[in-house]
């Protein structure tokens, strides 16, 4: 069982709403991603979570902030968000870093 | 800086012909590679993944690593219009490093 879980599928919000992403795997795998993909461009990645650590890539803005409940969660949650991060955003994880991931269906986000 | 390159295409293939996908790496300490398929507006779903020289085969998939030429390609025989696809490839620097960089992606078109 290879498999990751995303929801929503679809999110609309508007700049000033909050709201949150959710990932699941019930693999074991000890390292999971947040990822994001614009149109036509290949995967970014924006967070990692392994050995219990959280990894920040120092260029994602202070409006996404990922939260690691358990080993087997991460969320990721969004406040005053711009048009300009409607993407499709990725989870992904991987039994330890370095080694294959493995991705969910991915929210697609619109900020109106 | 780490980059990982390939043709953006799109590449067009007549159906039951092979399909050729080239992909290579800046960085001589690369450890793993992996190949990802992408639908329009789907999550990247894995293909094959080599680690050592040579060629690796699945199915109707074969994926080839040089190291000393710092090259991968993904070899797909009997080419079937379901191919058709943006086709990643990702690379692993050192195991235990949480980041994969992502080449740009080629998008191929089977054509009945």
């Known amino acids: 069982d290879t498999e990751v879980t995303q929801t929503p599928k679809h999110l609309v919000m508007g700049m000033t709403n909050k709201k949150s992403l959710k990932c699941e795997q019930h693999?074991?795998?000890?390292?999971m991603y947040w990822y994001k993909q614009k149109a036509k461009k290949p995967p970014e990645l924006m967070f990692v979570?392994?050995?219990?650590?959280?990894?920040i890539n120092e260029s994602v803005p202070s409006r996404f902030s990922p939260e690691c409940p358990n080993s087997s969660l991460l969320n990721l949650h969004l406040h005053a968000l711009q048009p300009e991060d409607s993407a499709l955003y990725l989870c992904a994880s991987s039994r330890w870093t370095g080694e294959t991931q493995y991705f969910g269906p991915g929210t697609r986000l619109l900020v109106l | 800086q780490k980059e990982v390159e390939q043709n953006s295409g799109p590449l067009s293939v007549p159906e039951g012909a092979i399909a050729s996908l080239n992909c290579t790496y800046s960085?001589?300490?690369?450890?793993?590679f992996f190949w990802y398929r992408q639908y329009s507006g789907k999550s990247p779903e894995l293909i094959m993944s080599?680690?050592?020289?040579g060629d690796k085969e699945d199915g109707r998939f074969t994926a080839q690593l040089n190291k000393a030429s710092q090259y991968v390609s993904l070899l797909i025989r009997d080419s079937q219009p379901s191919d058709s696809a943006t086709y990643l490839c990702?690379?692993?620097?050192?195991?235990?490093?949480?980041?994969?960089?992502f080449g740009t992606g080629t998008r191929l078109t089977i054509i009945p």
């Open positions: 080599i680690y050592s020289n």
């Open positions: 990702v690379v692993s620097y050192n195991f235990g490093n949480e980041k994969l960089t």
């Open positions: 979570y392994s050995y219990e650590k959280l990894s």
């Open positions: 693999m074991g795998h000890r390292a």
């Open positions: 960085d001589r300490g690369s450890q793993s």
